[in-house]
């Protein structure tokens, strides 16, 4: 695992693709906790250009030369753009070894800014703009435009992994071309020929051994990824179950179906990724598990949401609730399966959301999802547009999402990963679509394997004489009598029946009552895909998770051979989480059942950081962006305490004098007056003591020759905000105060630092809205005294 890091010499934006009406056009794109950040997407595609940049220089201007190869090796095969010039390939595309993740802002600077929001906000400002007309080289008419900017200075960090590389000298020339690439890359982001987004990008590879390793390895071959040989395992041994906590990272994009340019995503983790990711470590380690996932001898559950702290499982699809009972957070849940419906009342059946026990009640939980929009950038002409696809939505799996998930495993295979200390799972891994970049990391916890106490199962499955409640966990796939993939009801209960040694059938119409339901069914279609050549499987179709099924046995049920069942499942691909069922439930044994919906918001708040001190690597950043969270707070109070006649009065002096229609309406001092001021008190934008001085200075020589022109007293309290530090910042914490803002809530550095590098900004800001609020009153009082001349005149 590998750092790279951007430092952002001047403003720069990265888009989001949406604005807000009426205000701003272009948005940053913000990640999950709303800081700006850099996309993996935007930073690889630019780090990748500029590898090729490289990589044609050392190739002499040949674009298959070795180093080109390279190229392709650590990004990976482009097969739409091969296609749109006409060249169809035999050979399945090249992934990327090179996996980048989003830059974010240092842990420590998003820490404490987490709960300023005045702070977070000062991340970023607004920048006009307007679209030149290139005849008239003026601006055109109803092209003005506001855009939102990150502010320059900025400092994120990025991980990089490679993998795949065994050998010493193959990472050292892949470090040495990655940091060859880093170091020509200029700018990135939007308006980057403009003046933005200019950066300078380090990785750890140094650059100067990245050019001698280049110099004395001018023509590199490419690796040899050939598999390792690995021996197939036997499994032998009890069964063990192994708990499994995963926690997203990053969003999680797991591909449920593509509606027009949206791709949407599944609410649980399939035990297919899980499997694929322990097979793969596994293989490192010389083990070949496919004989035993193809005997199904492992089995890996679906992931699904933590709910009370257990795995949740799909809602059961026979539960109803009152429409009008629609916002509450605890409902009275009906289960159809042992109550018929209420006449009058309208009921709506829960369809998605996953389940488990609470302590007096059943808790409800589901996945919160986000949508991220991307765009495809043509290398023509540096932009997006429909040649090459445009732009694109995902929805996928906000981060900090929860799952849990069981691992089934023999017992000499728990044993090889116990001999590694559980590094084979434990950690973080890729996992879903667009898994190298912005998407798909995950982390895993592992739980210590427990032996699986069959005696205990089969006591946990409760018997109801020869009927048998079904609730399925998960899809099940089976196949009919002319081996055709089914989802009929009939059809699963000859294939259960057939495990259990019994035969059965749907509850017969002369045990059900009126309007009581027997089944409630659903059935589900996965569309499988090829990952290595992006090709299309068949698609898999079988009975829905959360169907509920009442069965009818022909003699007694067997509670050890329904507690195996529950363990082993039904139907095929079972070790890939498929066909997980369990029986008689409690929940569905109830006729009403109390639902609380879980919360999503995290209430554990975090603790207040201290204050950033000038040691640390983030100082400088967050003095930037305190001092514009500050400076737009003075400009905030400036504006209150100028807003009326009185308060100008307090601050200044300031006076207006004279009666619409009757006496002449003056100003004192006269504008001109106040003009000189506001020149003067341009030097005080440094706040230094010299400045303060010579202002001081030239007040007193304005009092001694120009002081019968200006109201009594009014000079001195000028003088006062000048040369009494602690004035300006009594008027601005006072109305800070009124205006509701917390001084604690803008800092993150030593608050008389700050005071005193910001005194003389907030004194000319003040006194500068006192004259510009006086001259728009001194203009309206002059306005109505015309027209009140005017009307007496006529």
């Excluded at 490289?54 to 390279?70: R, T, Y």
């Excluded at 002409?381 to 691992?407: C, H, M």
């Excluded at 498929?578 to 044994?589: A, E, M, R, T, V």
Aim: hydrophobic share 35%.
């Amino acid at each position: 695992m590998n750092t790279i890091t951007i430092e952002m010499l001047t403003d720069w934006h990265i888009g989001s693709g949406t604005g807000r009406s009426g205000n701003i056009d272009r948005l940053v794109k913000r990640d999950y906790e709303q800081f700006p950040f850099i996309p993996a997407k935007t930073l690889t595609g630019i780090w990748r250009d500029a590898c090729e940049k490289v990589a044609l220089g050392l190739d002499e201007g040949d674009s298959n030369g070795i180093w080109h190869k390279w190229v392709n090796y650590l990004f990976g095969d482009q097969p739409a753009l091969e296609s749109r010039k006409g060249n169809i390939s035999e050979n399945p595309p090249q992934g990327a070894i090179l996996s980048v993740r989003p830059a974010h802002l240092p842990i420590s600077l998003k820490n404490a800014l987490r709960s300023k929001p005045l702070l977070k906000a000062a991340l970023t400002f607004i920048k006009p703009g307007v679209a030149i007309d290139p005849y008239s080289g003026c601006a055109k008419s109803d092209f003005l435009r506001f855009e939102e900017m990150v502010r320059s200075g900025t400092k994120l960090t990025a991980i990089y992994t490679l993998e795949g590389l065994r050998n010493s000298d193959d990472y050292k020339t892949a470090q040495a071309l990655l940091a060859a690439g880093a170091s020509i890359v200029e700018r990135l982001g939007a308006k980057r020929r403009r003046g933005s987004g200019r950066c300078k990008i380090t990785v750890g590879y140094q650059l100067e051994d990245a050019i001698t390793w280049i110099e004395n390895h001018r023509h590199p071959e490419l690796p040899n990824n050939s598999p390792l040989e690995s021996k197939p395992l036997v499994s032998i041994g009890n069964w063990h179950r192994i708990q499994l906590i995963l926690e997203a990272k990053t969003p999680l994009l797991i591909h449920h179906k593509t509606v027009g340019n949206v791709v949407e995503t599944l609410d649980y983790i399939p035990g297919t990724f899980l499997l694929s990711i322990l097979s793969n470590k596994l293989k490192k380690l010389g083990i070949d598990i496919g004989e035993a996932i193809a005997q199904e001898n492992i089995i890996v559950t679906n992931a699904t949401p933590e709910i009370a702290q257990k795995a949740g499982r799909p809602i059961p699809l026979c539960l109803f609730y009152k429409k009008s009972e629609k916002d509450k957070k605890d409902k009275l849940a009906e289960n159809r399966l042992k109550k018929a419906a209420e006449s009058g009342s309208q009921f709506k059946g829960y369809r998605t959301g996953y389940v488990s026990h609470g302590i007096d009640s059943v808790v409800l939980g589901t996945v919160a999802k986000c949508v991220e929009t991307h765009n495809t950038v043509n290398d023509e002409v540096q932009r997006p547009n429909e040649d090459v696809g445009g732009v694109y939505s995902y929805e996928v799996i906000a981060p900090g999402t929860r799952f849990r998930a069981e691992l089934r495993l023999r017992e000499n295979l728990v044993d090889i990963i116990q001999d590694s200390d559980w590094e084979l799972l434990a950690g973080d891994h890729q996992i879903g679509r667009t898994k190298k970049d912005d998407y798909g990391l995950i982390s895993f916890k592992i739980d210590h394997a427990t032996p699986l106490d069959h005696e205990t199962l089969a006591n946990s499955v409760s018997l109801n004489n020869q009927e048998l409640t079904v609730w399925l966990l998960s899809d099940v796939l089976i196949r009919n009598k002319q081996l055709r993939p089914t989802a009929d009801i009939d059809d699963f209960a000859e294939v259960l029946g057939e495990k259990l040694g019994v035969n059965l059938k749907i509850r017969s119409e002369e045990l059900k009552s009126n309007e009581i339901m027997h089944f409630m069914a659903r059935q589900n279609r996965t569309d499988s895909w090829q990952t290595r050549w992006g090709l299309p499987r068949p698609s898999l179709v079988g009975l829905s998770a959360g169907t509920c099924i009442i069965l009818q046995a022909d003699k007694s049920l067997d509670a050890k051979v329904l507690s195996d069942l529950e363990m082993s499942g039904i139907g095929e691909r079972k070790a890939e989480g498929y066909g997980q069922i369990c029986f008689n439930d409690p929940i569905l044994n109830e006729e009403k059942i109390t639902i609380h919906k879980q919360s999503q918001t995290n209430d554990n708040l975090k603790e207040v950081p201290p204050l950033i001190n000038k040691q640390d690597e983030i100082f400088n950043y967050a003095r930037i962006i305190e001092k514009e969270a500050w400076r737009e707070a003075i400009r905030k109070a400036s504006l209150l305490l100028s807003d009326t006649r009185d308060s100008r009065q307090e601050v200044m002096g300031l006076v207006i004098t004279g009666e619409p229609g009757i006496l002449k309406i003056e100003s004192h001092p006269s504008m001109s007056q106040l003009g000189n001021l506001r020149s003067a008190l341009k030097r005080l934008q440094q706040g230094t003591d010299e400045t303060r001085d010579a202002t001081i200075n030239w007040l007193e020589t304005l009092t001694s020759q120009r002081g019968n022109k200006w109201p009594d007293g009014s000079l001195e309290k000028i003088k006062g905000l000048i040369s009494e530090l602690h004035r300006i910042w009594n008027l601005m914490i006072c109305s800070w105060q009124d205006l509701d803002i917390d001084i604690n809530q803008m800092t993150l550095t030593i608050t008389d630092e700050l005071k005193a590098e910001l005194w003389g900004e907030a004194v000319r800001i003040l006194i500068d809205a006192c004259i510009r609020a006086h001259k728009r009153d001194l203009e309206k009082q002059m306005e109505i005294s015309q027209e009140v001349a005017n009307g007496t005149s006529n």
